[in-house]
């Protein structure tokens, strides 16, 4: 056997030492990976379930996953999770997160569902103002008013990018089809509720559906301030105050009052 023999011999050894040693390297790691200490269940969707509806078991699953993509705030057992109100649309797969579900409170499910400092307020619409019954929970929606003034028709928006919360008396959207409606109910802040009913009051309403992806900013109508009542206390409003507005210097003096929207004469003596 000559020397270049010997040479290729001992490479090929060399090179086959390196190649298992690579190869056990990487099952070892792995394996690791895919060990028990490095994966972990969680609550996954069985099933599609829609916005409003209360999670039962049947709606859930129990899922291994890799601990580097679970999420933080990923429901890990089944107690966490049943009962609970969905405040999103869940997906089957979707790995079920606290954020997505809210716990039920007292009376209806409507009322877990409706934000912090917010409102749920119900107007009456028909086939047009509802949007031919394309509607459903969870949608966004631009509020126009059309009204008279001055003899002439305008239209102001006067809300915009407000969510649906229900249609008629459902606030969950598993009928994903059309369907003529009565009601829609709104989640607005106080100040946005008195504007809509004051819109209300001075002509027609007319919603406006959003593509959901849709967060553009729309400029609104400035309500007038003479169309806004007066806030008084609940006292004022009871009986009205009086106030001295003249009084007079002739021998016998006369006081007038003004009483409400009443002038009153008081005589007085000297």
Do not use: C
Request: glycine share 6%; proline share 4%; net charge positive.
């Amino acid at each position: 056997m000559n020397n270049k023999t010997m040479l290729f011999v001992l490479l090929s050894l060399a090179f086959g030492v390196v190649a298992v040693f690579l190869a056990q390297s990487w099952l070892e790691s792995n394996s690791e990976t895919g060990g028990p200490e490095n994966t972990s269940t969680v609550i996954t969707m069985a099933t599609l379930v829609p916005l409003g509806a209360i999670l039962e078991r049947k709606h859930l699953k129990l899922t291994p996953m890799p601990k580097s993509v679970i999420p933080e705030t990923a429901i890990k057992t089944f107690e966490e999770a049943e009962g609970m109100v969905v405040k999103h649309n869940l997906y089957t797969g979707e790995i079920l997160r606290s954020e997505r579900i809210i716990k039920k409170g007292e009376g209806s499910t409507l009322a877990s569902l409706i934000s912090p400092n917010m409102r749920a307020v119900t107007i009456r619409v028909n086939d047009v103002v509802g949007v031919a019954g394309f509607l459903l929970p969870g949608n966004r929606v631009d509020v126009l008013n059309l009204f008279k003034k001055d003899g002439a028709l305008h239209t102001d928006i006067v809300l915009a990018n407000v969510k649906i919360l229900a249609i008629d008396q459902r606030s969950s959207n598993d009928e994903n089809k059309p369907k003529l409606v009565r009601a829609v109910t709104l989640e607005l802040s106080l100040e946005q509720a008195e504007i809509l009913l004051i819109a209300k009051g001075r002509g027609k309403l007319q919603l406006a559906l959003r593509n959901p992806n849709d967060s553009a900013e729309v400029e609104l109508a400035l309500i007038n301030e003479t169309e806004k009542r007066e806030k008084r206390p609940v006292s004022n409003m009871v009986m009205a105050p009086k106030k001295i507005v003249r009084v007079s210097s002739e021998s016998k003096s006369k006081v007038y009052l003004l009483k409400g929207m009443k002038e009153q004469v008081v005589k007085v003596s000297n």
